[in-house]
C-alpha cells in the first residue's frame, strides 16, 4: 500500500543546533516529494519539493532535504536551528497515477529551546 | 498571479446546524481543487478532491459533502454538524504542469 511515514511526533533542539526530519514513503515507483511547514493556526508554507534530478534539494529558509532511494527516504536538515523554525513540520507525496492527490505524513512539532 | 480565498477563517457552529465553507480560486483554469481536514493534534487528512465542475472524489466516509459549481468554486458542506467534525479545514489547489499545490489560510471549525 502506498503510505508516507514521519516517525518522529515530537522534536525538541537548542537553538543553533543541526536539525533532521525523517520522512519515509512506501511506494514501487519514486513519488513525487515535498516539505511543508505549518506555524501555529497558519496555512502551508512550501520548503522545498524533488521530482527528479539532483537528490540534494534546497529549499526556503536554509532547509535541504535529500532523496535517498535505496531507504526510500527524504529527510529534511537545516544545519543550524533558530527559534523562529519552531512549528510543524509535514512531509507529503504524491504517488503517480493518482490524480495529483497529495498525501501527507502525520507530522513532527519542533519544538526549539533558547 | 494565482491567488485562493478561503472564508471563513474561524467559526463556531452548534452541533446539528448545517455548514457551508467557501474556497474560490482565482487567476487560473481548470484546477483540481481538494479539501483537507486537520484534527487537533493529528495530520492533513485528504476529505475530497475534484479535477472538473462537477466532479467530485471522496477520499473517506463522512458527515461532509463537496460541491464545485464552477470552475474556480469548491464548497465543502454538511447537513448537521457533529462534535468530530471540529478542526482545521485547507482548501487547495493544484495544476499538473509544472506539479505545485497552493493552500488557502484554513478555517478552524468548532462544533460545539
Known amino acids: 500500500a502506498q503510505s508516507v511515514t514521519q516517525p518522529d511526533i515530537h522534536i525538541t533542539v537548542s537553538e543553533g543546533a543541526s536539525l533532521e526530519l525523517r520522512c519515509n514513503y512506501s511506494?514501487?515507483?519514486?513519488?513525487?516529494l515535498f516539505w511543508y511547514v505549518q506555524s501555529p493556526g497558519q496555512g502551508l508554507q512550501l520548503l522545498l519539493k524533488?521530482?527528479?534530478?539532483?537528490?540534494l534539494v534546497q529549499g526556503i529558509k536554509g532547509f535541504e532535504a535529500e532523496f535517498k532511494r535505496s531507504q526510500s527516504s527524504f529527510n529534511l536538515r537545516k544545519p543550524s536551528v533558530h527559534w523562529s523554525d519552531a512549528a510543524e513540520y509535514f512531509c507529503?507525496?504524491?504517488?503517480?497515477?493518482?490524480?495529483?492527490?497529495?498525501?501527507f505524513g502525520t507530522g513532527t512539532r519542533l519544538q526549539v529551546t533558547l | 498571479s494565482q491567488t485562493i480565498h478561503q472564508w471563513p477563517a474561524t467559526l463556531v457552529q452548534p452541533v446539528g446546524s448545517p455548514l457551508s465553507l467557501e474556497c474560490t480560486v482565482e487567476?487560473?483554469?481548470?484546477?483540481?481543487l481538494y479539501w483537507y481536514r486537520q484534527a487537533a493534534g493529528r495530520g492533513l487528512q485528504l476529505l475530497f478532491y475534484?479535477?472538473?465542475?462537477?466532479?467530485i472524489s471522496s477520499e473517506v466516509p463522512q458527515n461532509l459533502s463537496a460541491s464545485r459549481p464552477q470552475d474556480r468554486q469548491f464548497i465543502l458542506s454538511s447537513k448537521k454538524l457533529l462534535l468530530s467534525d471540529s478542526g482545521f479545514y485547507l482548501c487547495?489547489?493544484?495544476?499538473?504542469?509544472?506539479?505545485?499545490?497552493?493552500f488557502g489560510s484554513g478555517t478552524r471549525l468548532t462544533v460545539v
Open positions: 524533488y521530482f527528479s534530478g539532483d537528490t
Open positions: 507529503a507525496v504524491v504517488f503517480t497515477g493518482t490524480a495529483s492527490k497529495l498525501t
Open positions: 511506494y514501487g515507483a519514486t513519488p513525487y
Open positions: 487567476g487560473t483554469s481548470n484546477p483540481n
Open positions: 487547495a489547489w493544484s495544476r499538473d504542469r509544472p506539479l505545485d499545490y497552493t
Open positions: 475534484s479535477v472538473g465542475i462537477g466532479q
